[in-house]
């Protein structure tokens, strides 16, 4: 079955340490790849995307992916976090080629960011 | 100008009532969704239209019923309304092609007392 799944609820960090948040994906062909961001109280916004080419995709606020197929895996990563980076944090995709756009998110995971 | 956007922001009303979300996209975008995100914080996606055309229905109540009088604007009518519906819903838009990325909606959190 189709699945994207993030295996950490929540992951606590102390401010200026790196960041690493897992995701894996079950399709049958890679699909499109995105991580997105929840502020509390907010809505969801676009930290960056990946459909092909280089696997190392470089997003906003500082953040960035790694795409590795043979691992199912598209990781978020950033190298010193901020404490304005605490939020709920999504990986999501949409299975590439046909016309199914829907969106399928993994359940998230929450970042505290310790001072 | 907000690219997406949702009212009302907080709707809070007693069960039985009937309730509407309203949706206005200016992105130029031909598919619109509606989702819904529980206590959880888990995202599922309920319907999606394109060109108010209704191409997805998850597996959602009949008192949930979507309309699109145009590719700019989806609404979300909900009868009947019970304590299992308080959430917060979110639009969405896409371009046709779907893949650069959903562009989301600030959410409506309704709560049902």
């Known amino acids: 079955a189709q699945s994207v799944t993030q295996p950490d609820i929540h992951i606590t960090v102390s401010e200026g340490a790196s960041l690493e948040l897992r995701c894996n994906y079950s399709y049958g062909a890679t699909p499109y790849l995105f991580w997105y961001v929840q502020s509390p109280g907010q809505g969801l916004q676009l930290l960056l995307k990946y459909f092909s080419g280089d696997t190392l995709v470089q997003g906003i606020k500082g953040f960035e992916a790694e795409f590795k197929r043979s691992q199912s895996s598209f990781n978020l990563r950033k190298p010193s976090v901020h404490w304005s980076d605490a939020a709920e944090y999504f990986c999501?995709?949409?299975?590439?080629?046909?016309?199914?756009?829907?969106?399928?998110f993994g359940k998230g995971t929450l970042l505290t960011v310790n001072p | 100008d907000t690219a997406v956007s949702q009212t009302p922001k907080y709707l809070v009303t007693q069960m039985g009532n009937d309730k509407s979300i309203k949706c206005e996209q200016n992105l130029g975008h031909d598919t619109m969704y509606w989702y819904k995100q529980d206590s959880k914080k888990f995202l599922k996606i309920m319907f999606s239209y394109n060109n108010k055309e209704l191409i997805i229905n998850e597996t959602v109540p009949n008192r949930f019923s979507p309309k699109s009088p145009d590719k700019a604007h989806l609404n979300l009518h909900i009868n009947s309304l019970e304590l299992g519906d308080s959430a917060v819903y979110f639009c969405a838009s896409t371009p046709l092609t779907g893949h650069s990325g959903y562009t989301f909606g600030s959410g409506t959190r309704l709560t049902v007392v």
């Open positions: 999501a995709v949409v299975p590439s080629g046909g016309s199914n756009y829907k969106l399928t």
